[in-house]
């Protein structure tokens, strides 16, 4: 069934997606960000799909990763009218899984968005799920979703500064409301010299 959805997108949405992939039976579509809303309610609302639960939203930062190894878990076709390669795709990469219960099928939906304009649509209208997902991924990451009826930090505090989970977060990230630690403390116990 994974190869028959992946060939349905790219009859019905061929202006929308510029590669796809089917790895131990894990479809795997790459859909445009400025198609990705007409691409997710036609995967929802199309009775050959019906894909009426989103599992998870999450967000991949691909900074510094070898551009040939990124080839390997995000193919593109090499014609697409994007301009997109695999070895120049943006930064972040946002990943939706989808389940059809009606229909027992799977598919995974990838989108990209670049660090300079990290924002893609939001998918609550579709699917309420993608509510705390969408959340998660804005406030780890940095993606920001389009449209969130209550886009706001859910893992952290409200005045962190920057997204933990990305590659350029500095390791000694220290906030405004947890102090520095005092290195004397540590150094006066033996163990810790």
Not at 22 to 40: P, Q
Request: glycine share 6%.
């Amino acid at each position: 069934m994974s190869d028959l959805l992946i060939a349905l997108l790219r009859a019905e949405k061929p202006q929308a997606v510029f590669g796809s992939h089917n790895t131990a039976g894990d479809a795997t579509i790459l859909v445009a960000r400025e198609h990705l809303v007409d691409v997710m309610q036609f995967l929802r609302d199309d009775p050959r799909c019906r894909m009426e639960q989103l599992i998870d939203v999450t967000v991949a930062d691909y900074l510094e990763y070898a551009p040939e190894l990124r080839g390997q878990v995000s193919p593109c076709d090499a014609d697409n009218r994007f301009g997109f390669t695999s070895a120049r795709l943006p930064r972040f990469e946002v990943v939706y899984h989808l389940l059809s219960l009606s229909l027992n099928h799977r598919l995974r939906v990838k989108t990209f968005a670049p660090e300079d304009d990290a924002v893609v649509p939001s998918m609550c209208d579709l699917w309420i799920a993608a509510n705390w997902g969408e959340r998660e991924a804005w406030d780890m990451l940095g993606v920001r979703f389009e449209g969130h009826p209550d886009l706001r930090r859910i893992l952290t505090y409200p005045e962190f500064k920057g997204h933990p989970v990305r590659k350029d977060y500095p390791l000694r990230g220290y906030q405004p409301l947890i102090p520095m630690p005092e290195l004397g403390h540590y150094t006066d116990q033996e163990n810790f010299r």
